[in-house]
Nanobody
Framework: QVQVVESGGGLVQAGGSLRLSCAVS????????MGWYRQPPGKQRELVAA???????NYADSVKGRFTISRDNAKNTAYLQMNSLKPEDTAVYYC??????????????WGQGTQVTVSS
């Protein structure tokens, strides 16, 4: 059973930084597209950043230049470095692992989320 576990959330003042981690169990990590999503209070979940197996990244316009997604295939872990945080970044942040296995069966695993709260 694959597990996706986020950590690193918390309370920070505006302008501060946090680093989120996402650990994935099993052997799927290196073949997965890893994504960070967030769901602000009362709003829909949205993509924040994603990184391909080869390291290509893409970001939501609202976080470009402030957030950096990365991955360490040796540690089966993805990261989201968040700098210059704003109150509007307050949300539950979720990690996602998406891909297909050897038999081309697609998969889509989610973590339980970690709360990020930015105070003004």
């Amino acid at each position: 059973q694959v597990q996706v576990v986020e950590s690193g959330g918390g309370l920070v003042q505006a302008g501060g930084s946090l680093r989120l981690s996402c650990a994935v169990s099993g052997s799927i990590f290196s073949s997965s597209i890893m994504g960070w999503y967030r769901q602000p209070p009362g709003k829909q979940r949205e993509l924040v950043a994603a990184i391909s197996r080869g390291g290509t990244t893409n970001y939501a316009d609202s976080v470009k230049g402030r957030f950096t997604i990365s991955r360490d295939n040796a540690k089966n872990t993805a990261y989201l470095q968040m700098n210059s945080l704003k109150p509007e970044d307050t949300a539950v942040y979720y990690c996602n692992a998406n891909g297909a296995d050897y038999y081309r069966h697609g998969y889509d695993y989610w973590g339980q989320g970690t709360q990020v709260t930015v105070s003004s």
